[in-house]
């Protein structure tokens, strides 16, 4: 058996993640110094940034990027703030802009203002001369840390002994994951998903083997598994810090669906109960989550669906129709922007950005442009050649599918 028992511990980018939490509607653009009065990990950078206001920061970041010209591409994920959102040259979700990355000839260089595992993404799919740039190295993602890589190759380790000679299984993990699973999931013919794949993914690995691991995120595996029709009694969560994931051989044996325990710290504060008092106060409110929130969540949901489908559905909606919306708030925030002839709010009432993306601020995108400006790359994000040629095919197998 390779499981290591352990103490249980929690990722310090999940105790951190409510440190930007506020009962305010808005999150007001602030001087780097000032944020930084939250305690959490800050990227040390140089104190001429500190103290730039966010008219100064606009002003030089507009500079910077008029100099770099075509040969710097920035690329925005849509849960960034507005302040970051506004000088990318494209938006969408992490997958859509790794696959923007791959296809910029021009790009010398990607700045991926989002987080740790989408800038390894990028570097995967990206161009063998393309460097990828993170802002702020401590931009990182609690649910991709709940997933390390120990623990999972012990995990691998023991399914295969236990399950290889009664159907096996096959791994998948989400895109929220570190280079090293996608790697685990290419070797071991397996495949990545997104949220708006997860199906198509998941039925291709029920095609390969009897069952299917899926991580690092249990609340999709499981909303994605209770879409297919695989039922609750199929299905074992496997809890890294407990021998064998706290399952017995047999209760492994007889699951369809394995389900890593880990979750995203955003979407896991999203509830059913916010949804009833959305209701009541709203009769006629529609309410859309992110597959990544719990399974109750999901049942009492109007719609479910990726980043996209939620962008797509209340974007193309009717004039005068209300939307309580289960996922990141710097997203909401902007659909209510853009939908002025609409009612959009965000389902939880405290306003808790993703602490990770967050962190992103406008100084640290000053620092690295004014960095390629005099010629000196800061913060790139690289992954060793091996382990991107093993992503690289978990990731092409997906593609293939669509």
Request: hydrophobic content about 40%.
């Amino acid at each position: 058996m390779a499981t290591r028992t352990h103490q249980p511990s929690i990722p310090l980018t999940e105790i951190e993640q409510s440190a930007f939490c506020r009962t305010e509607d808005q999150l007001p653009a602030k001087s780097l110094a000032e944020e930084q009065a939250v305690n959490v990990r800050w990227q040390d950078i140089p104190a001429q940034y500190l103290h730039c206001s966010v008219e100064e920061l606009d002003q030089r970041i507009g500079i910077a990027k008029k100099t770099l010209g075509k040969s710097v591409t920035i690329l925005g994920h849509h849960y960034q703030r507005e302040e970051i959102i506004k000088y990318a040259d494209f938006q969408g979700d992490s997958f859509l802009l790794s696959q923007e990355a791959a296809s910029l000839a021009e790009a010398e260089c990607i700045v991926f203002c989002g987080v740790h595992f989408m800038a390894e993404t990028a570097c995967i799919l990206s161009a063998s001369n393309q460097r990828v740039i993170l802002p702020n190295i401590t931009a990182g993602c609690s649910m991709a840390d709940m997933a390390p890589m120990e623990d999972v190759d012990d995990a691998w380790e023991d399914l295969e002994s236990v399950l290889g000679n009664r159907g096996g299984i096959t791994p998948i993990t989400y895109m929220n994951s570190i280079a090293g699973i996608k790697a685990l999931c290419g070797r071991n013919n397996g495949a990545v998903c997104t949220s708006s794949n997860a199906d198509k993914v998941m039925e291709w690995g029920f095609q390969q083997s009897d069952r299917v691991l899926f991580l690092p995120d249990q609340h999709l595996g499981r909303n994605t598994g209770l879409k297919m029709g695989i039922p609750l009694g199929k299905m074992v969560v496997w809890d890294p810090f407990k021998a064998m994931g706290g399952n017995t051989t047999e209760q492994l044996a007889n699951a369809k669906l394995v389900l890593w325990k880990g979750h995203c710290s955003v979407h896991t504060r999203f509830s059913a109960g916010q949804i009833q008092a959305a209701r009541e106060r709203y009769p006629d409110i529609k309410v859309i989550a992110h597959p990544e929130c719990p399974m109750e969540t999901v049942d009492a949901a109007d719609f479910v669906g990726s980043t996209e489908f939620i962008r797509s559905m209340i974007n193309d909606a009717p004039a005068g129709s209300q939307w309580a919306v289960g996922t990141e708030v710097s997203l909401v925030n902007r659909l209510a922007i853009n939908n002025p002839d609409k009612l959009i709010f965000c389902l939880d009432p405290v306003t808790c950005p993703c602490s990770t993306m967050y962190r992103i601020h406008p100084a640290y995108l000053l620092w690295v442009l004014e960095g390629l400006v005099d010629g000196k790359v800061i913060n790139e994000i690289t992954v060793p050649e091996q382990t991107q040629v093993e992503a690289r095919v978990a990731l092409d197998r997906m593609l293939a599918l669509k």
